[in-house]
């Protein structure tokens, strides 16, 4: 078992031109499913350039504003996002400068914030099962990787269930 075999980690559409995938099949991609996009974010994954393709667009688009305006492809975005998934460095920032759908480590668990609230993610049973509010001062230690976060501080639109 390994953690992952390359960079590229996406975020596919669940069902796309009736197309099926078998797990576990020896030298090929297994997908994952998570609750939503937030928490796939947050995981270092990005959206799928084929069956996703307008929201990898909006991505890639948001991507180029907010890394310096060159165009980016997505081994170069694939690249940057496995440097900062793998990365070892703690990111903190301040509460008010985090945009709905970042995740966040509160005492209570994993947390995606959702304007002045902050729901924690039960991966057990993966569901937000308690809200809190968020806090008005002090930092943040962040989990989403620091690309995408300002990827949905431009604007980017989330999805996260139930909300």
């Given at each position: ?13 669940l069902s ?56 980016y ?62 806090p ?14 300002d ?13």
């Amino acid at each position: 078992m390994r953690n992952h075999q390359h960079k590229t980690w996406i975020i596919c559409a669940l069902s796309f031109r009736g197309r099926r995938v078998a797990q576990w099949d020896p030298n090929r991609y297994t997908p994952l499913f998570f609750l939503d996009e937030a928490v796939a974010l947050a995981a270092g994954h990005r959206p799928c350039a084929e069956c996703r393709h307008s929201s990898y667009n909006h991505y890639r688009t948001l991507w180029t504003q907010t890394h310096g305006g060159a165009l980016y492809y997505a081994k170069d975005m694939d690249t940057l996002l496995h440097r900062e998934r793998t990365g070892s460095g703690e990111q903190r920032a301040v509460w008010d400068s985090l945009p709905d759908g970042v995740f966040v480590v509160t005492d209570s668990g994993p947390a995606v914030v959702l304007g002045d609230q902050l729901a924690v993610w039960d991966g057990q049973d993966n569901i937000y099962r308690d809200k809190l509010s968020r806090p008005r001062t002090g930092t943040a230690m962040v989990l989403t990787p620091r690309s995408t976060v300002d990827i949905l501080r431009a604007g980017y639109p989330v999805q996260i269930a139930g909300y």
